[in-house]
């Protein structure tokens, strides 16, 4: 059964940092093309960042670019995304998501609250 597994959302004052995880298990991590996604309350799900499988390669929205970075460790089955300098509009749910595009296989985890607020 696959599993991605996020973790380490929390309250942080604006202009703080939080460095968000995600576990995958059930398949072979390596394989997939993994993001992160956010939603807001009365928002739209929003594409935050990506990163390929093998070489690597990220991408970010514009609202993120310079201040967050995915990276991933395939020994580990985790990715990570580190948040600086947040806002109060970053607040969201935080999604991972891991797409094998070969097997066409889609799979979501629950989340995890990240709040900006003094």
């Known amino acids: 059964q696959v599993q991605l597994v996020e973790s380490g959302g929390g309250l942080v004052q604006p202009g703080g940092s939080l460095k968000l995880s995600c576990v995958a298990s059930g398949l072979t991590f390596s394989r997939f093309y993994m993001s992160w996604y956010r939603q807001a309350p009365g928002k739209e799900r929003e594409l935050v960042a990506d990163?390929?499988?093998?070489?690597?390669?990220?991408s970010y929205a514009a609202s993120v670019k310079g201040r967050f970075t995915i990276s991933r460790d395939n020994a580990k089955n985790t990715v990570y995304l580190e948040m600086n300098s947040l806002k109060p509009e970053d607040t969201a749910v935080y999604v991972c998501?891991?797409?094998?595009?070969?097997?066409?296989?889609?799979?979501w985890g629950k989340g995890t609250l990240v709040t900006v607020s003094s």
């Open positions: 998501n891991a797409v094998d595009l070969e097997y066409s296989l889609d799979y």
């Open positions: 990163i390929t499988s093998i070489s690597g390669s990220t």
